[in-house]
């Protein structure tokens, strides 16, 4: 039996009011060309009608996101028109208006109320030690900070420009139901974020097989070992009418106008090639460095001659098509291989030794990581994906804590490419020293076992990013490479990143192996 959880008081008020006013000081920073993506979707939404909404293409940031996150953004036009109707003519293009700026990032702030929401009910979850009288140095209290406090959302969503803290909302909810063992409410919750935003397709594996095995069919557990005992046809067409009927009330429409490949090209653009212009820290990453260094090798010991290799596009920071020089080139179908296999140990290990939600959670964080690793054209900031859910496992399991401190670093780091303006810099740099910190300490004094966190190897890796920052950052700018190889930066950050991105994948897929073999505690 789960020992007791702690439910947030005033003290998790407190935390959410305090980062919502950290987030309006950066009203008035930069911003990406996102703001600029979400903008002109207000605008489409607001001014056109539906049958046009996946047509129009008067700016080139057309509209690439599910039905259910249109909809969305046309409740928020609705509100945009009082602050400046200007921003919502669709011929407005790059319209960046005071009164646009305050009203963009105001609902960003505003909507993050369900992942506050979200977060809350995932710190109801926490299983906390009997006794336990600190509030500060609580599970369910570090779990708040670390998710409320993240530093990815925070200059993800708040600076860079998006939406992610109301989507991740609704996935700590159905997480947080699941745990609850209300596992309808969980799979409606999901199936709606997937019609908000499809990227949350890197985690559909894990929600399907753990509700199919785990839900549909009942489990006997009262001889110590667990049974298929029966199958129930009926909760099954319950989890069916669910994903039908939402994805019936996000398509109908589409569907009567005939618009449905329409609305599939624009959601899977296969054309925008392998990688994001900011290259995520992935095995392709590693793929095109390894290309790059065989390439000048090459031509360097004069086996082939530059003219005749394939120009290296990746690093020019545009999304594109591109052919590798010297390794073969990358197809879409190869990475959904790659992804499929990389997920199938986590998914069969959930379906052959069911370990109940937070099995489940360790499959999704593990789905999450896959996808993220071996998928195509994949945004560097997708790696939150895994984050913010891993902070979960953390703050119960010593090990789960060591993977996070390595992955959420890491992980981090790799967003700083996203603010290159020197206004940021040491906002960034301030921003990631406080939570880093603060994980540290905080997961140290939760799992007060002797020893550090972090093995030998992990520590000296961590390290590392301080020397690649102090290059990236500060030094580089200043040398004369800044003109004759402006992509560095992004490789080596990209590059050294991807090493511990992988590492942690690795680290935590071990763990289930592990538990696989009876060496560990269940779950």
């Given at each position: 039996?789960?020992?007791p959880?702690?439910?947030?008081?005033?003290?998790?008020l407190?935390?959410a009011?305090?980062?919502?006013?950290?987030k309006?000081?950066?009203?008035?920073?930069?911003?990406?060309?996102?703001?600029?993506v979400?903008r002109?979707?207000?605008a489409?939404t607001h001014s056109l009608p539906?049958?046009?909404?996946?047509?129009?293409n008067?700016s080139?940031?057309?509209?690439?996101?599910?039905?259910?996150f249109?909809?969305?953004?046309y409740?928020?036009?609705?509100?945009?028109?009082h602050?400046d109707d200007k921003?919502?003519?669709?011929?407005?293009l790059?319209?960046?208006?005071?009164a646009?700026?305050?009203f963009?990032?105001?609902?960003v702030?505003?909507?993050?109320v369900?992942f506050?929401?979200?977060?809350?009910?995932?710190c109801?979850?926490?299983?906390?030690?009997?006794?336990?009288?600190d509030?500060?140095n609580?599970?369910?209290?570090?779990?708040?900070?670390?998710?409320?406090?993240?530093f990815?959302?925070?200059v993800v969503d708040?600076?860079?420009?998006?939406?992610n803290g109301?989507?991740?909302?609704?996935?700590?909810?159905s997480?947080?139901?699941?745990?609850?063992?209300?596992h309808?409410?969980?799979?409606?919750?999901?199936a709606?974020?997937l019609?908000?935003k499809?990227?949350y397709?890197y985690?559909?594996p894990?929600?399907?097989?753990f509700?199919l095995?785990?839900?549909?069919f009942?489990?006997?557990?009262?001889?110590?070992s667990?049974?298929?005992?029966?199958?129930?046809?009926v909760r099954?067409?319950?989890?069916?009418?669910?994903?039908?009927?939402?994805?019936?009330l996000?398509?109908?429409?589409?569907?009567a106008?005939?618009?449905?490949?329409?609305?599939?090209?624009?959601?899977?653009?296969?054309?925008?090639?392998?990688c994001h212009a900011?290259w995520?820290p992935?095995?392709?990453a590693l793929?095109?460095?390894?290309?790059?260094?065989?390439a000048t090798?090459a031509?360097?010991?004069k086996?082939?001659?530059?003219?005749?290799?394939?120009r290296?596009?990746m690093?020019?920071?545009?999304?594109?098509?591109f052919?590798?020089?010297?390794?073969?080139s990358?197809?879409?179908?190869?990475?959904?291989?790659?992804?499929?296999l990389?997920?199938?140990?986590a998914?069969?290990?959930i379906?052959l030794?069911?370990?109940?939600?937070?099995?489940?959670l360790?499959?999704l964080?593990?789905?999450a990581l896959?996808?993220?690793?071996?998928?195509?054209?994949?945004h560097?900031?997708?790696i939150?994906?895994?984050?913010?859910?891993?902070s979960l496992?953390?703050?119960?399991n010593r090990e789960?804590?060591?993977?996070?401190?390595?992955?959420?670093?890491?992980?981090h780091?790799?967003l700083?490419?996203?603010?290159?303006t020197?206004?940021?810099?040491?906002?960034?740099?301030?921003l990631?020293l406080?939570f880093?910190i603060?994980s540290?300490?905080?997961?140290?004094?939760?799992?007060?076992?002797?020893?550090?966190?972090?093995?030998?190897?992990?520590?000296?890796?961590?390290?590392?990013?301080?020397?690649?920052?102090v290059g990236c950052e500060?030094?580089f700018?200043?040398s004369?490479w800044?003109?004759?190889m402006?992509?560095?930066?992004?490789?080596?950050t990209s590059?050294?990143t991807?090493?511990g991105v992988g590492?942690?994948?690795?680290?935590?897929?071990?763990t289930?192996?592990?538990?696989d073999?009876g060496k560990?505690?269940?779950?």
């Amino acid at each position: 039996m789960a020992a007791p959880s702690v439910d947030p008081g005033s003290w998790f008020l407190a935390l959410a009011l305090g980062v919502s006013l950290l987030k309006t000081l950066f009203i008035n920073a930069y911003h990406s060309t996102d703001f600029e993506v979400h903008r002109n979707w207000l605008a489409i939404t607001h001014s056109l009608p539906v049958s046009r909404w996946y047509h129009e293409n008067t700016s080139e940031w057309t509209l690439d996101y599910p039905p259910l996150f249109a909809w969305f953004e046309y409740g928020l036009s609705h509100f945009a028109r009082h602050f400046d109707d200007k921003m919502l003519v669709v011929e407005n293009l790059n319209y960046c208006s005071p009164a646009t700026v305050l009203f963009q990032r105001l609902s960003v702030i505003f909507t993050d109320v369900f992942f506050i929401y979200g977060a809350r009910e995932c710190c109801k979850c926490i299983r906390s030690p009997k006794g336990a009288s600190d509030i500060l140095n609580s599970p369910s209290f570090v779990l708040a900070v670390l998710l409320l406090w993240n530093f990815g959302l925070v200059v993800v969503d708040h600076i860079h420009f998006q939406y992610n803290g109301f989507l991740f909302g609704f996935l700590l909810l159905s997480i947080a139901k699941h745990l609850q063992s209300q596992h309808l409410q969980g799979a409606l919750l999901f199936a709606i974020l997937l019609n908000l935003k499809h990227i949350y397709l890197y985690v559909a594996p894990a929600y399907g097989v753990f509700l199919l095995r785990s839900y549909c069919f009942t489990q006997d557990r009262s001889d110590g070992s667990i049974r298929w005992r029966s199958f129930s046809p009926v909760r099954l067409v319950a989890l069916g009418c669910i994903v039908v009927g939402v994805c019936a009330l996000s398509f109908g429409p589409f569907v009567a106008m005939g618009q449905v490949s329409q609305v599939l090209s624009r959601l899977f653009p296969f054309k925008r090639g392998l990688c994001h212009a900011y290259w995520a820290p992935n095995a392709w990453a590693l793929y095109n460095v390894l290309d790059k260094s065989l390439a000048t090798m090459a031509v360097g010991l004069k086996l082939v001659s530059e003219t005749t290799l394939p120009r290296a596009s990746m690093t020019g920071g545009l999304v594109q098509e591109f052919r590798h020089s010297i390794l073969p080139s990358i197809s879409p179908s190869v990475t959904i291989l790659c992804t499929l296999l990389s997920m199938l140990p986590a998914l069969a290990s959930i379906w052959l030794r069911p370990r109940g939600p937070r099995g489940f959670l360790r499959c999704l964080l593990l789905c999450a990581l896959a996808s993220f690793t071996f998928g195509w054209h994949v945004h560097e900031k997708a790696i939150l994906l895994a984050v913010l859910p891993l902070s979960l496992l953390a703050v119960e399991n010593r090990e789960d804590a060591g993977i996070f401190l390595v992955l959420a670093t890491t992980a981090h780091y790799s967003l700083f490419p996203l603010l290159f303006t020197p206004a940021e810099l040491l906002i960034k740099f301030a921003l990631m020293l406080i939570f880093t910190i603060f994980s540290f300490a905080a997961l140290s004094r939760l799992h007060s076992a002797s020893g550090s966190l972090l093995r030998p190897s992990e520590a000296f890796y961590l390290s590392g990013l301080v020397v690649v920052a102090v290059g990236c950052e500060v030094i580089f700018p200043l040398s004369p490479w800044q003109q004759k190889m402006p992509f560095l930066p992004l490789l080596a950050t990209s590059a050294y990143t991807s090493l511990g991105v992988g590492y942690s994948f690795l680290r935590l897929y071990a763990t289930i192996l592990r538990r696989d073999g009876g060496k560990s505690k269940r779950s």
